[in-house]
């Protein structure tokens, strides 16, 4: 987990006087969406990526906590300041939207190929399924 990130986008979601119990829950709430993402023994970049877009998850929630939280019954609210929220929202959910797209496609270019020759066949083998053919 990256600490440093993390522990700014923690604070900017509860504040600097929050416990650090309510911290380290946040933190395992990411740390766990991370694994999720990340799957069994994942490659280096794709456990990278998944710690990515957790925060990104993280701060897309946020972001939209906050603004919800300040559309309160009898609270005005200054449209600027709405837009503004709106576009945090948009931007941190495009980041996550776009990080895990990038989990999927090296996910999807990792696919182990394999290729054997025995005498005059050709054996391809990729993702688990053989395809043979006479080549010469």
């Not at 270019?109 to 005059?120: D, G, K, Y």
Request: proline share 4%.
């Amino acid at each position: 987990m990256d600490d440093w990130v993390a522990k700014y986008v923690i604070e900017m979601a509860t504040g600097p006087e929050t416990n650090e119990k309510t911290r380290q829950s946040l933190r395992a709430e990411i740390e766990d969406f991370a694994r999720g993402l990340a799957g069994d023994n994942p490659p280096p970049t794709v456990q990278a990526l998944a710690v990515v877009a957790a925060l990104n998850w993280f701060a897309m929630r946020t972001h939209e906590g906050q603004h919800y939280a300040s559309l309160k019954p009898g609270k005005s609210v200054v449209v600027r300041q709405s837009e503004f929220a709106q576009l945090q929202i948009d931007r941190s959910h495009r980041r996550f939207l776009q990080t895990v797209k990038a989990i999927a496609t090296i996910r999807r270019l990792a696919v182990p190929t394999l290729q054997i020759n025995l005498a005059e066949r050709q054996v391809d083998v990729v993702g688990g399924f053989a395809d043979s053919s006479d080549r010469c």
